[in-house]
């Protein structure tokens, strides 16, 4: 199994950017999957997940803001994030279990998100 993000990068406050894990080895769709990020001296969370129903949880600091979603033809995982802030700057990486409702066993590289005021 191999999870490779993209789509991170520098915007100001209030832009949007849309990351992007393309899966190989993995079927996305029928899979557990979602985004956790870890800003410098501060433990890893989860952003947003995606279950194999569809279902989707958020962390409440990006509800509203953000949405995870899915592609199963291109065995892709996406995070699309809106009204980006300042405290919202991370590392993003993207995360699957192998079997549902156990660990996250496979991640990615992560992706990069700095967003300036």
């Known amino acids: 199994v191999q999870l490779v993000e993209s789509g991170g990068g520098s915007v100001q406050s209030g832009g949007s950017l849309r990351l992007a894990c393309v899966s190989s080895g993995y079927s996305v769709g029928n899979s557990c999957m979602g985004w956790f990020r870890q800003a410098p001296g501060k433990e890893r969370e989860v952003v947003a997940a995606i279950g194999s129903d569809g279902s989707t949880t958020y962390a409440d600091s990006v509800k509203g803001r953000f949405a995870i979603s899915e592609d199963d033809v291109k065995s892709t995982l996406y995070l699309q994030m809106n009204s980006l802030k300042p405290e919202d700057t991370a590392m993003y990486y993207c995360?699957?279990?192998?079997?549902?409702?156990?660990?996250?066993?496979?991640w990615g590289q992560g992706t990069q998100v700095t967003v300036s005021s």
């Open positions: 995360a699957a279990q192998t079997y549902c409702y156990t660990v996250y066993n496979h």
